[in-house]
């Protein structure tokens, strides 16, 4: 029999449809053949020789690495401003009300993270050291925008795969800093504030320590993070990396934590690649807005969706979600995936 789940954080009400679970290993990616992809092409605005098209650099990770491909291009990661941005930092900021009408002036930043100079590369095959190079990026962005007085919310995101709304095969990823807090923000956040009133507890901190104490729904876990398939996961395999300790803000991490965080995000998306056939997901940080840092009842995190369903009308007519695989058979299923020791640069 189906059953309904709620997830306390989201509020959402999730139908576990038990009765048409699929087995988690059919979520795999069906694609019949893989494009082989250069690890260069000359017409990638994100690839080695094109740093001078124009678009501004706003971070540069320098270069040390040991591979001969990298060392060769001077950088390890860089941040640029979006050549197409949804908001700009040189709007000026002006709010119109008209009657029932509200209007903003488009001021925001909008900026992309390459992430490597190959571009046949994919997060799940970089090694920890990379994978913690690109968290460092995000990092220091997001401490650098954090200073901007316009800026309410900052986003970081990543789009894998055409299904998950990226147009560029080259690694990259994005941030966006909004001059508005967004409802879904406020939504989670009033509902955080709830909990602790009621409880004297952060929701966060109570989610993780009862899905540490079941393990039935636990990916893996290092000294600072825990990744797992939340009780009532909105989709098949959605799956949270919560940090042990509590911290509001993404750009409180410290330098142990980025270097287990990115050891933790690789192996769930190296196990991804590997059990489900490199799907097409997003993955995003969600933290506190600029004014609300250091609250005791909020706990950023990652979100990562892997899109390996669609929603259909039930859904958006709805709003809620219907989950055809069972929370505790995918964590069991990903943990069972073993990922090769030799994973760096092996493309399936």
């Known amino acids: 029999m189906s059953e309904l789940r709620q997830n306390l954080i989201t509020r959402d009400w999730v139908i576990i449809a038990t009765e048409r679970a699929t087995r ?15 690890p260069h092409r000359a017409d990638c605005p994100f690839c080695v020789g094109n740093e001078e ?17 990298a060392s060769r291009t001077g950088w390890k990661v860089r941040a640029i ?18 009657g029932i009408h509200r209007t903003m002036a488009g001021i925001g930043i909008h900026e992309v993270i390459v992430e490597h100079p190959r571009h046949d590369l994919t997060t799940a095959l ?23 007085s316009y800026i309410e919310t900052i986003i970081i995101f990543k789009n894998h795969g055409e299904t998950a709304g990226t147009s560029l095969e080259h690694p990259h990823s994005q941030i966006a800093a909004t001059p508005v807090v967004p409802s879904q923000f406020r939504s989670r956040i ?38 797992f398939i939340p009780y009532a996961a909105l989709s098949p395999f959605h799956t949270w990396i919560f940090p042990r300790r509590h911290s509001s803000s993404f750009d409180e991490i ?24 490199n799907p097409d997901y997003n993955y995003n940080i969600r933290s506190v807005p600029i ?6 009842y909020f706990h950023w995190y990652i979100a990562i969706i892997p899109r390996v ?18 929370p505790e058979e995918s964590a069991a299923f990903l943990r069972s995936i073993e990922i090769p020791t030799d994973s760096n640069f092996l493309p399936i």
Not at 254 to 277: C, H, M, Q, R
Not at 309 to 326: C, V, Y
């Open 24 to 38: 988690p290993d059919q979520f795999a990616n069906k694609k019949k053949c893989e494009i082989l992809v250069p």
């Open 53 to 69: 098209d124009g678009t501004l650099e706003t971070c540069r990770l320098g270069d040390s690495l040991r591979d001969s491909f």
């Open 81 to 98: 401003r979006n050549k197409y941005p949804a908001l700009s930092p040189t709007a000026e900021w002006m709010r119109i009300s008209s």
């Open 126 to 148: 970089l090694s920890v050291e990379e994978v913690a190079n690109i968290l460092l990026v995000y990092r220091q962005r997001y401490v650098e925008i954090r200073k901007n």
């Open 190 to 227: 009033d509902e955080a504030i709830r909990y602790f009133d009621d409880t004297g507890e952060c929701l966060f901190c109570r989610t993780l320590e009862d899905e540490l104490a079941a393990k039935e729904r636990v990916i893996c876990e290092s000294e600072h993070f825990v990744a």
């Open 254 to 277: 410290t330098d142990t934590e980025i270097t287990d965080l990115a050891d933790t995000l690789k192996t769930v998306l190296a196990k991804f690649y590997y059990g489900l056939n």
């Open 291 to 296: 004014a609300q840092r250091a609250t005791k």
């Open 309 to 326: 369903t669609k929603q259909a009308g039930f859904e958006l007519g709805s709003g809620m979600f219907i989950n055809t695989a069972l």
